[in-house]
């Protein structure tokens, strides 16, 4: 399809494991942003790649989570070591340049559950 | 004080109502504003998106900035059921980096 696809869409997994996360952005697009998305919560900013530059890692938990992007295109988030707290919903989204008046566009997210 | 504040609700309004859905926020440089619709167990969808003050209509949906109140609006017309979503603000400065959201109003339409 031409949106942003996201995989898995459920993952259960036991505490102290490590998981991977993907994402598929919109082709061509060069901004590409993991959120996460608790209960009742809002969206929780986590990393902002945008083409070749550095990704702004400014939200990140901890350094149980790191991502990186290949190629300009498909992107892995990974968590280390998860937690219970790590259960939550993990949304990717991308933008055609991250310049401010390009909105994003958001795949269906990965429900991540520790138990 | 969070960037953007936004009424969780639940909202639960009959069909055909008028429903409106508000933010607030605190950072001035905010220019870019944004309405999603997220059905449950799906991602955010973009409805309405906005630059400076004043209302911007599609269809049924009205969206508001007032940029002096840091205030901006989501207005829907004859809401039907199938609008029974959370909706969720966002906006953004400059440069480059991250969109704000609020935390997303629920609502119910009733048939």
């Known amino acids: 399809g031409a949106g942003v696809s996201q995989s898995p869409s459920n993952k259960v997994t036991e505490k102290g494991k490590d998981v991977e996360l993907r994402c598929d952005p919109i082709s061509g697009h060069t901004a590409l942003y993991w959120y996460r998305q608790s209960l009742g919560q809002g969206l929780e900013f986590l990393i902002y790649f945008q083409g070749n530059s550095a990704p702004d890692k400014s939200g990140l938990p901890s350094d149980r989570f790191s991502a990186e992007r290949t190629g300009g295109s498909v992107s892995t988030l990974t968590i280390q070591r998860t937690q219970q707290e790590d259960s939550a919903v993990y949304l990717c989204?991308?933008?055609?340049?991250?310049?401010?008046?390009?909105?994003?566009?958001f795949g269906d997210g990965t429900r991540l559950s520790i138990l | 004080q969070k960037e953007v504040e936004q009424d969780p609700g639940p909202l639960s309004v009959p069909e055909g109502a008028i429903v409106s859905l508000n933010c607030t926020y605190s950072?001035?440089?905010?220019?870019?504003f944004m309405w999603y619709r997220q059905y449950s167990r799906k991602g955010p969808e973009l409805l309405m998106y906005t630059y400076s003050s004043g209302n911007k209509e599609d269809g049924r949906f009205t969206a508001q900035v007032d940029k002096s109140s840091k205030y901006i609006s989501l207005f829907i017309r004859d809401s039907q059921p199938s609008d029974s979503a959370t909706y969720l603000c966002a906006m953004r400065a400059p440069g480059p980096g991250q969109f704000y959201f609020g935390t997303g109003t629920s609502l119910t339409v009733i048939p």
């Open positions: 989204a991308s933008s055609a340049t991250g310049q401010v008046n390009q909105p994003q566009h």
């Open positions: 950072n001035s440089a905010f220019q870019y």
